[in-house]
């Protein structure tokens, strides 16, 4: 018997994403055919928002919330976020659209919410965790940068930059989502430490990334910089400390 922790919602940011959306949506639908799917599209130039129409037209399951520029990953999640707590879901999933999150392990995550947690990551570098196709300055990157998040932070997250994830919506309504302006890892990062230091559970699933095989990253040395820098301004400011429960 399938276990369920309520109502769950998918939220899958896209730019430039026309090749893999319907394959990361097909998977999906046949994973877990319950959970429904939004795509947050930034007004992609090469149709991906008109694509996504297609499949939601098709599909009830699937869903559109088409925004007008390119705004970055962050607040495409924190739309993302806002739209399915207006519609009462019970769990808010990130998951990216190019393939490298796969679709047959979101079961893992949503059964460590159904066992309590508030917010479970599918991490990389836990025990059992591991990369596919990743070249090595990458994994020394995401290695590093995730150290670097522990030791400043002293958050006891392994991989708190990763972006596969499922948070109760009691989760997302108690960290606050109004001043959340960091993107790219530094979101990550940034929800990450609201919840550990409201004194939620965090747990780690182990699961496998795959570098995408279809289209270009979205990753740059500005959102590098920024989670570097903001981090280590976090970390003299205390800045995790002002979202720890008043007592």
Not at 75 to 85: P, T, V
Not at 130 to 136: G, L
Not at 164 to 184: H, N, P, W
Request: net charge neutral.
């Amino acid at each position: 018997m399938e276990r369920t922790p309520g109502r769950v919602l998918v939220i899958v940011p896209t730019y430039n994403e026309r090749e893999n959306l319907p394959l990361i949506t097909r998977r999906l639908r046949e994973a877990l055919p319950d959970v429904h799917l939004l795509v947050a599209d930034d007004n992609s130039p090469d149709g991906t928002g008109r694509i996504a129409d297609e499949l939601a037209e098709a599909d009830d399951h699937v869903h559109v919330l088409h925004r007008t520029s390119k705004q970055g990953l962050g607040a495409a999640y924190i739309a993302g976020f806002r739209w399915g707590l207006a519609e009462g879901y019970d769990v808010l999933v990130e998951m990216d659209a190019d393939g490298s999150h796969q679709p047959e392990e979101l079961h893992k995550l949503l059964d460590a919410v159904t066992d309590g947690a508030d917010l479970s990551i599918g991490s990389r570098w836990v025990p059992g965790g591991r990369t596919v196709n990743w070249p090595f300055s990458r994994e020394l990157l995401s290695r590093g940068a995730n150290t670097y998040v522990r030791l400043v932070l002293g958050i006891p997250v392994r991989d708190a930059t990763a972006g596969f994830r499922a948070y109760r919506a009691a989760t997302l309504e108690k960290i606050g989502l109004d001043d959340v302006e960091s993107q790219g890892y530094c979101f990550q990062v940034d929800l990450t430490l609201r919840t550990v230091r409201q004194g939620l559970r965090v747990t780690e699933i182990p699961i496998t990334f795959v570098e995408r095989t279809v289209g270009s990253s979205k990753m740059s040395r500005k959102i590098i910089f920024e989670a570097f820098w903001r981090i280590a301004v976090w970390g003299v400011t205390g800045f995790g400390d002002r979202f720890r429960p008043r007592r």
